[in-house]
């Protein structure tokens, strides 16, 4: 099992940055990729960005690409999402995920942080 514990988040104002963290534990060694995904209410869960966990190659959705950086710290095992130039359209609950597969697809993660608000005011 893999517990992922979510921080940062909040209410920023557009044009503004926040940034988000994923610390995993337990069995972290079976993790192969680590993601951002994020749902806006009445809408489906979206891809936002991803990372293999070894060698650390990035992906992104096109709405995030150029404004949104995902990173990774083997050592402390932390996932970090750092968003800039944020939109209204970015307000969303954001979950990071572990797992393994196709980097865009939620199925491909076999687990999940709680989730984080993101509000972005215009």
């Known amino acids: 099992q893999v517990q992922l514990v979510q921080s940062g988040g909040g209410l920023v104002q557009a044009g503004g940055s926040l940034r988000l963290s994923c610390t995993a534990s337990?069995?972290?060694?079976?993790?192969?990729?680590m993601a951002w995904f994020r749902q806006a209410p009445a809408k489906e869960r979206e891809f936002v960005a991803a990372?293999?966990?070894?060698?650390?190659?990035?992906y992104y959705a096109d709405s995030t690409k150029g404004r949104f950086t995902i990173s990774r710290d083997i050592a402390k095992n932390t996932l970090n999402l750092q968003m800039n130039s944020l939109k209204p359209e970015d307000t969303a609950v954001y979950y990071c995920?572990?797992?393994?597969?196709?980097?865009?697809?939620?199925?491909?993660?076999?687990?999940w942080g709680q989730g984080t608000q993101v509000t972005v005011s215009s």
């Open positions: 995920a572990a797992g393994g597969g196709k980097v865009d697809v939620p199925s491909s993660y076999n687990y």
């Open positions: 337990g069995r972290t060694r079976s993790i192969n990729a």
């Open positions: 990372i293999n966990w070894i060698p650390g190659n990035t």
